[in-house]
């Protein structure tokens, strides 16, 4: 059967409508995928040892940028002393009286004592600096799993900040280790931190 000139025609506009549907799609997609990267979920790689064991040199992990106000035991994302994006476990929120260490060489808060073994480094202590800190309002004070090899809140208590990250610099929460997939993990808030008052 021959193909008339209508049909042809017909045929061409079909194409080209499917390929501004395509594109528009794609386009579309890319949209999105920008904004929930910049005010929802951020991926973050790990460049040092400071959260090992959680944490490995090159994990990749999801940061959810609407998680709310950080809280005790939460992992965070934030611009660090340095500027540059930093990731810790805060100890201590606004209000907090944060000491190290008890008799037995533990960080207690608001006089409770942390029992850390589940994410402290194996073989690593509480902290070698002792200290005995109050967090202002809307400060945290930020340390990492592996206390001697993490330069965290400690490491910056002689400059003008006392060690102590702002609230408004944190960018989000650590809520999964999404790579590599052999150790994929939902991060949650250690029980210890549930005792504190």
Request: hydrophobic content about 40%; charged content about 25%.
């Amino acid at each position: 059967m021959a193909v008339t000139k209508k049909a042809e025609g017909v045929g061409k506009e079909k194409k080209k409508g499917g390929f501004r549907e395509t594109l528009l799609l794609l386009i579309l997609g890319v949209g999105i995928a920008l904004l929930l990267q910049a005010f929802v979920v951020g991926s973050f790689y790990i460049p040092s040892q400071s959260m090992e064991n959680t944490l490995l040199i090159n994990d990749r992990v999801f940061v959810n940028k609407l998680s709310g106000k950080p809280e005790r035991g939460d992992i965070v994302v934030f611009k660090g002393w340095n500027g540059e994006d930093t990731i810790k476990r805060v100890i201590g929120v606004g209000g907090d009286h944060v000491k190290c260490c008890d008799s037995k060489k533990r960080i207690t808060v608001n006089d409770t004592a942390l029992d850390e073994t589940s994410y402290l480094y194996p073989g690593d202590f509480a902290s070698g600096d002792k200290f005995d800190i109050t967090v202002p309002a809307g400060k945290l004070w930020l340390m990492g799993d592996h206390r001697s090899a993490s330069a965290d809140s400690r490491a910056h208590m002689e400059e003008p900040g006392k060690g102590f990250i702002s609230e408004n610099d944190v960018i989000g929460k650590a809520v999964v280790r999404y790579w590599p997939l052999s150790r994929g993990y939902l991060f949650a808030r250690p029980d210890t931190f549930d005792k504190i008052k």
